[in-house]
């Protein structure tokens, strides 16, 4: 299931307005900084094409406040990326993120040859190697995200079953289709409702990691967006 940050959810995080042919115009500048971290315009615009091309959007159609929540993502992912510090962490591995760029590849006709998918990411103003990048942070966020507020969600019996009443069986019955079992469902309703839960605790988290950090965001121009 794919995870964004909040609204990440999960997943997460848009898309960038400056057209790749502009890129190099842009005269970089601090946008926010975390603790101390400098968070630039084009980390930001970076994160905004990576984000369009795994959504397969173009980069053109992203609003103003769907550019401004982007900042807010990329302040939300240095403060967990300030929690990953820990000697037992274990990143994600080669064959991972090779799985997950095969699986956005297969988004695009064409991209299962090396010359298709570079095609790609040059219309997304993108490297083989930023794309790279931008994968492993993503599996490494969700880890920590699983890894630390997963364990403490329990789902029990009850509440599953009140799911498949009250959503799964009126949805069936509206589309006309067969009612499914609880037992053939409750594994996948049982995901879904952790997932959510998930997400609550995720947002509790950042509000904590936020609230104990230094954050401070540059003014943008007068639309509050990337141009």
Known sequence: ?????????????????????????VVDRIVATVNGHII??????????????????????????????????????????EQMHSSDFRH????????HISDVRKQYPG???????QSVLLRYGLTPDSFHRHVTQQLDLMRLVDTRL?????IDSKTIESYYNQQILPQLRQSGSQDVPLAEVSPKIKELLTQQKVNQLLVA???????????RKEPLDSRGSLQ
């Open 1 to 25: 299931m794919k995870f964004r940050l909040p609204n990440w959810s999960l997943a997460l995080v848009f898309l960038a307005v400056i057209p790749c042919a502009r890129a190099a115009e």
């Open 150 to 154: 997963r364990p403490g969600v329990t």
């Open 92 to 99: 994600a591995t080669e064959d991972e993120i090779a799985q």
């Open 40 to 81: 630039l315009q084009s980390d930001w615009q970076d994160a905004l094409h990576y984000e369009a091309l795994v959504d397969n959007r173009p980069v053109d159609q992203l609003s103003i406040d769907e550019q401004k929540s982007a900042l807010d993502h990329l302040i939300d992912q240095e403060l967990l990326q």
């Open 111 to 117: 991209a299962e040859t090396d010359a298709g998918w």
């Open 205 to 215: 988290w950042l509000q904590n990691l936020r609230s104990g950090s230094e954050i």
